[in-house]
């Protein structure tokens, strides 16, 4: 047994793992086992979270902290929650200057996601007050942002991971609702989903482009369809950038730092 005190955001640490008990709760069997332990490492402290559940096969394994990635579940449970959280995740361990990674023997063989956060996060003493370390070739100038998706939990997730990398985000959930914000606040940024109910992402970005303070916007579209006639439609449209799900956050940051 041992314990340490950290210099990290509390509450988004206690997402990380939260995110991670909850996928393994999700994906193990009644009656399965599930581990949650730490050690120091050389250079890292790592948090692991450990089951014996269904596993994860190779594909799965390159796409799953993706933002909008899924993995089916034979157990009878939702399929929709591993994935989100993960992205999230990834992106706030990120913020401390840690990685996460996941292992899996494959199929049934059950899974082991770990945290690795910097031993210079580990204090002496009383902790002081400050924000997470973040890397600075990572940061971007904070801007104005509309995001639209109807699909709340992808559109909830991408707003925390851009609120906490600094950005002011509005959030919409129909193409109507992106609309009315656009109108109302301006943004810098428009991330819009091709796919919405009433108007879709073309139409919003259409009425964008029509209006005079729309011109200079930056407007970057989110569908699973990357075909060219696909692009072509967005480009049309009046859409800067066509990014196609699941989306890498990385991707994402560079084009708001262009």
Do not use: C
Request: hydrophobic residues 40%.
């Amino acid at each position: 047994m041992f314990s340490v005190s950290l210099e990290v955001d509390p509450v988004r640490i206690t997402q990380v793992i939260t995110n991670l008990l909850t996928n393994a709760t999700k994906y193990t069997p009644s009656g399965g086992l599930i581990y949650l332990g730490t050690r120091l490492a050389t250079r890292h402290l790592v948090i692991y979270v450990r089951d014996n559940g269904i596993g994860l096969n190779a594909d799965a394994l390159k796409t799953v902290f993706d933002m909008f990635s899924r993995v089916a579940s034979d157990i009878g449970r939702s399929e929709g929650g591993l994935g989100i959280g993960l992205a999230l995740s990834k992106g706030l361990i990120e913020l401390h200057g840690g990685r996460i990674e996941a292992r899996s023997g494959g199929a049934n063989q059950g899974s082991e996601f770990m945290i690795f956060l910097p031993r210079s996060l580990i204090v002496e003493g009383p902790i002081p007050v400050s924000k997470p370390s973040r890397d600075p070739t990572t940061q971007t100038a904070p801007r104005r942002i509309l995001v639209a998706d109807d699909n709340q939990d992808n559109a909830e997730t991408m707003s925390m991971l851009l609120t906490h990398a600094g950005h002011e985000v509005h959030l919409a959930h129909t193409g109507a609702e992106a609309w009315a914000i656009a109108k109302r606040v301006r943004p810098e940024i428009g991330i819009l989903d091709i796919g919405m109910p009433d108007l879709s992402g073309h139409d919003v970005a259409e009425r964008i482009r029509h209006e005079a303070w729309g011109k200079n916007i930056t407007l970057i579209a989110l569908t699973g369809w990357g075909q060219d006639a696909d692009k072509r439609r967005s480009l049309v449209a009046g859409f800067d950038h066509h990014l196609t799900k699941p989306i890498d956050f990385e991707s994402l940051t560079r084009l708001l730092n262009a």
